[in-house]
C-alpha cells in the first residue's frame, strides 16, 4: 500500500496539464510508470487519482459485489462512470480530462492533497472552504471516528 503525505498548490494550464510538485512526484516515483486512475470523488466535488496498483485493489473490493442486486449495479455504474487513465509525460504532468475538470470546478489555481492512499484534486477555493467547515467539529468527528479503536502500540503506551 502507498502511503501519500502532504498538501501541494499549483496550477493547472489551459488544457487542463497539471505538474505533479517535485515533493509528490519524489513519493510516486516507484508507480509514475504505471499511470494513474483519475474519477470523480463520491462525497465532494473534487477528483480523486489512484495509482494504477491502488486502484487495483479497490476494484477488486467492488467487483465482489454482486452484480444480481440492483442496488450493486446501481453503485458500480455510478462509481466507475467517468473515470479515465492518465499517465504522467516526460515533464512530470498529467492531463485531466475536461469533463473532469468541469465536474470539480477547477480553475487555474488547484490543491493536491493526499489522502492516504490517493490524491484528492481540488479548486484551491473550494478547498479551503472544505477545510473550514470540517474543522469546526473536526474533535468530535475524530472521537466518533476514531475514539472506539484500539491502539496496536508495541511499545506499551496508551
Known amino acids: ?4 503525505i502532504g498538501t501541494y498548490e499549483c496550477k493547472a494550464d489551459a488544457k487542463g496539464r497539471v505538474m505533479f510538485p517535485s515533493a509528490l512526484k519524489k513519493q510516486l516515483q516507484k508507480v509514475l510508470g504505471d499511470g494513474f486512475v483519475i474519477k470523480r470523488s463520491v462525497f465532494n466535488q473534487c477528483l480523486e487519482i489512484h495509482p494504477m496498483q491502488e486502484w487495483n485493489e479497490v476494484v477488486g473490493q467492488v467487483n465482489k459485489l454482486n ?3 440492483k442496488k450493486n449495479n446501481d453503485f458500480i455504474r455510478s462509481y466507475m462512470a467517468g473515470l479515465k487513465v492518465v499517465d504522467v509525460d516526460g515533464s512530470g504532468r498529467f492531463l485531466i480530462p475536461k469533463d473532469l475538470l468541469s465536474f470539480a470546478g477547477l480553475q487555474k489555481q488547484i490543491v493536491l492533497s493526499s489522502s492516504v492512499n490517493m490524491i484528492e484534486i481540488w479548486d484551491k477555493d473550494k478547498y479551503e472552504s472544505s477545510v473550514a467547515e470540517s474543522l469546526k467539529d473536526f474533535g468530535d468527528l475524530a472521537e466518533e471516528v476514531m475514539g472506539n479503536q484500539p ?3 508495541s511499545d506499551g503506551i496508551s
Not at 500500500?1 to 501519500?4: E, L, Q, R, V
Request: cysteine-free.
Open 1 to 4: 500500500m502507498i502511503n501519500i
Open 67 to 69: 452484480r444480481f442486486v
Open 151 to 153: 491502539l496496536d502500540r
